[in-house]
């Protein structure tokens, strides 16, 4: 395989890592799209790793250099930036910025790239699990869903609930934000793409509602939700672990999305 990575922040690093360890199948060549002032440091971080890697600073040069698989790791902005010309190219990309699609002009501005170009958009689970169980109730039937995300307060540094409130004079458990997955998604694009993932594969952006927390006694990121629908009815807690390199980025996001490329390189899918 030859993978495309877009950005080179905390998910992409921790990627690379795993991909490079002498442990299950590797790509053979990876594509890293950075921004211009990126490109050199990039690139001399990759020396030291065994797979064949180089450094582009624009979609047009990644999608030239015809990877079997993008992977964004970029951001919201990021993926708006990149993710149209390659699906429009007909490379398969894996949003990992799931929450940009809260933006409806840019959905339908992928999901046109996508049938033009006989691309697949792939939405990962990231950093929550049963969506495969969520999406399939959905298509039998009217699906409640309520979703709770709570984080450490230093998680939602940067973001409107530290204009809102002292972040660091929090002593309990305290909400900043109840509102849909579109509000939540648009509003928190480094914090709330779990909310946007579980709404696509449930009853929608707009139909799901979202209460996210600051907790001084989380150790980790938890996402808990509730699934009720004439199927079946399932609540689901995941005590994330923080990434090393982005506390407000869960640990399994990388996970799930090895999960995504190795798939891709086995005959078997699970
Ligand atoms: N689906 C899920 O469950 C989850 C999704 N996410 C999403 O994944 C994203 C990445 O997470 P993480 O790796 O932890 O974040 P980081 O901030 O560590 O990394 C993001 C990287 O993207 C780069 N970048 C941003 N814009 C561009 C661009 N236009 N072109 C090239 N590179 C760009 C940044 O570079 P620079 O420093 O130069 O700006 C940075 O290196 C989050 O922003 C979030 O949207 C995160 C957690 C869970
Ligand atoms: O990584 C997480 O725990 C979730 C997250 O940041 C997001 O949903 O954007």
């Given at each position: 395989m030859h993978l495309g990575i877009i950005g080179y922040g905390n998910i992409a690093q921790q990627l690379v890592t795993m991909l490079a360890a002498p442990k299950g199948p590797c790509?053979?060549?990876?594509?890293?799209?950075?921004?211009?002032?990126?490109q050199e440091g990039t690139a001399q971080a990759l020396a030291d790793q065994p797979i064949a890697a180089q450094v582009v600073t624009q979609a047009q040069a990644l999608a030239d250099a015809r990877p079997d698989l993008v992977v964004e790791c970029a951001g919201h902005a990021g993926a708006a930036a990149h993710v149209p010309a390659l699906l429009r190219a007909g490379i398969d990309v894996v949003l990992v910025s799931v929450g940009a699609l809260a933006d409806d002009a840019l959905h339908d501005r992928l999901r046109a790239a996508a049938e033009a170009g006989g691309a697949h958009l792939i939405l990962p689970a990231g950093a929550v699990g049963g969506i495969d169980l969520l999406s399939?109730?959905?298509?039998?039937?009217?699906?409640?869903?309520?979703?709770?995300?709570?984080?450490?307060?230093?998680?939602?540094?940067?973001?409107?609930?530290?204009?809102?409130?002292?972040?660091?004079?929090?002593?309990?458990?305290?909400?900043?934000?109840?509102?849909?997955?579109?509000?939540?998604?648009?509003?928190?694009?480094?914090?709330?793409?779990v909310a946007a993932t579980l709404a696509l594969a449930g009853p929608g952006l707009d139909a799901t509602r979202v209460e996210l927390i600051a907790d001084p006694a989380a150790s980790g990121n938890l996402h808990s939700y509730e699934v009720r629908s004439g199927i079946a009815n399932y609540t689901m807690t995941i005590e994330n672990k923080p990434s090393a390199g982005n506390a407000r980025t869960s640990l399994a996001t990388g996970y799930s999305v090895l999960r995504e490329i190795r798939n891709r390189m086995m005959p078997v899918i699970l």
């Open positions: 790509p053979e060549r990876i594509t890293l799209l950075v921004r211009p002032e990126r399939a109730l959905s298509g039998g039937g009217e699906v409640e869903l309520t979703y709770r995300g709570i984080k450490p307060p230093a998680a939602w540094s940067g973001t409107p609930a530290a204009q809102a409130i002292d972040l660091d004079a929090v002593t309990h458990a305290t909400p900043i934000f109840t509102g849909t997955a579109r509000e939540a998604a648009r509003a928190f694009p480094k914090n709330a793409n």
